[in-house]
T-cell receptor, first 111, second 118 residues
Framework: KNQVEQSPQSLIILEGKNCTLQ??????????LRWYKQDTGRGPVSLTI?????NTKSNGRYTATLDADTKQSSLHITASQLSDSASYIC??????????FGSGTQLTVLP | EAGVAQSPRYKIIEKRQSVAFWCNPI?????LYWYQQILGQGPKLLIQ????????DSQLPKDRFSAERLKGVDSTLKIQPAKLEDSAVYLC????????????????FGPGTRLLVL
């Protein structure tokens, strides 16, 4: 069964600090992996997308990594800001473009 | 570029009542998705359209849920009759087209409709 597990479930950090969110998946075959940011009361917004051949992708202060061998991905946030408070969802695309969503990591950035 | 539009934003109904949600995708996007997102969980795909044809509705509770995409543009999702466990946010998303490069399959989500069933 295709699964996407994210950790931690929730995280609280102080403004300006860095943090790393984890995503482990068992989706096979693998097509691509995306990280989405979902602000409270809004729909998810795509941050990064990585295919099998890519092992890192950056979008401003967000850097995603992918290890297709171990089926792990991480999202690193540098110099966090209050506006980074949101849920971060890992989504893996497999065969026939079926998407498997993780449950998300709820990040809270405190002043 | 206008985003995905959804209405209503909020809806409160009693169990056994009916409810309908509307979605207008980004212009030119062939693929449209309806998701159910229960609090604290990731979105769960209910149904996926390519133009006006259904690609995947394997997780749609067809005894009470129905969806249509008239003329391959707007879409409506209906629940009849609603149950307490249907309380969730219903997200609509659209993407350029399936079967092409991953970037063109990026989904753009609407703000969602928050449903509360009492």
């Amino acid at each position: 069964k295709n699964q996407v597990e994210q950790s931690p479930q929730s995280l609280i950090i102080l403004e300006g600090k860095n943090c790393t969110l984890q995503c482990n998946y068992t989706v096979s075959p693998f097509s691509n992996l995306r990280w989405y940011k979902q602000d409270t009361g809004r729909g998810p917004v795509s941050l990064t997308i990585m295919t099998f051949s890519e092992n890192t992708k950056s979008n401003g202060r967000y850097t995603a990594t992918l290890d297709a061998d171990t089926k792990q991905s991480s999202l690193h946030i540098t110099a966090s800001q209050l506006s980074d408070s949101a849920s971060y969802i890992c989504v893996v695309s497999g065969s026939a473009r079926q998407l498997t969503f993780g449950s998300g990591t709820q990040l809270t950035v405190l002043p | 570029e206008a985003g995905v539009a959804q209405s209503p934003r909020y809806k409160i109904i009693e169990k056994r009542q009916s409810v309908a949600f509307w979605c207008n995708p980004i212009s030119g996007h062939a693929t449209l998705y309806w998701y159910q997102q229960i609090l604290g969980q990731g979105p769960k795909l209910l149904i996926q359209f390519q133009n006006n044809g259904v690609v995947d509705d394997s997780q749609l509770p067809k005894d009470r849920f129905s969806a249509e995409r008239l003329k391959g543009v707007d879409s409506t999702l209906k629940i009849q009759p609603a149950k307490l466990e249907d309380s969730a946010v219903y997200l609509c998303a659209s993407s350029l087209e399936l079967g092409r490069k991953p970037l063109q399959e990026t989904q753009y989500f609407g703000p969602g409709t928050r449903l509360l069933v009492l």
